[in-house]
T-cell receptor
């Protein structure tokens, strides 16, 4: 059974460009979570989605950031007009339900904004 | 803001030694989780704790959920070189939290000298 997949693993963008991060959950998982990790920091919750629904986006900046989890295809975290402060590792996790111990993390996307 | 204090920030030990790290908070947690993160990878769940006072082992790892529900520790016995990595505590807050939202500590970087 393949784990949570994220791509790209590394992404370099210039200031003002858009970044699109993709996450394919584990087979059978319909819950997706995005976390951000700044250098030498722990992960911070951004958004929780179920298929076609955003359940909780309280950790996501109101501007420039958006997330979706369509009926078909991967979940997408989109950052418009990136700034240097967006440079971080972005992790996706998935679960079959909302039990904490069932959140499985992907390998992350390292975003660098130049 | 940061609600989990994890210590120590880093540790340098000799192979075979035991290791202890802990997390404390001024807030009450319902669940404590311990993760390990290898360079360039996502966090992998090591141990999950669900009840105050609970002591759980996973091989050479032992973790406890503090009686006050405000702290947890992780012990690694007889360390080996592959224990190298960053260890994170994470939990679900009792107040204002959701059963899917994890709050992470800043991590403990463990280096094991062979």
């Amino acid at each position: 059974n393949a784990g949570v997949m994220q791509n790209p693993r590394h992404l370099v963008r210039r200031r003002g460009q858009e970044a699109r991060l993709r996450c394919s959950p584990m087979k059978g998982h319909s819950h997706v979570y995005w976390y951000r990790q700044l250098p030498e920091e722990g992960l911070k919750f951004m958004v929780y989605l179920q298929k076609e629904n955003i359940i909780d986006e309280s950790g996501m900046p109101k501007e420039r950031f958006s997330a979706e989890f369509p009926k078909e295809g991967p979940s997408i975290l989109r950052i418009q007009q990136v700034v240097r402060g967006d440079s971080a590792a972005y992790f996706c996790a998935s679960s079959p339900g909302t039990a904490l111990h069932e959140q499985y993390f992907g390998p992350g996307t390292r975003l660098t904004v130049t | 803001g940061q609600q989990l204090n994890q210590s120590p920030q880093s540790m340098f030990i000799q192979e075979g030694e035991d290791v202890s790290m802990n997390c404390t908070s001024s807030s009450i947690f319902n669940t404590w989780l311990w993760y390990k993160q290898d360079p360039g990878e996502g966090p992998v769940l090591l141990i999950a704790l669900y009840k105050a006072g609970e002591l759980t082992s996973n091989g050479r790892l032992t973790a406890q959920f503090g009686i006050t529900r405000k702290d947890s520790f992780l012990n690694i016995s007889a360390s080996i070189p592959s224990d190298v990595g960053i260890y994170f505590c994470a939990g679900q807050l009792s107040s204002g939290g959701s059963n899917y939202k994890l709050t992470f500590g800043k991590g403990t970087l463990l280096t094991v000298n062979p």
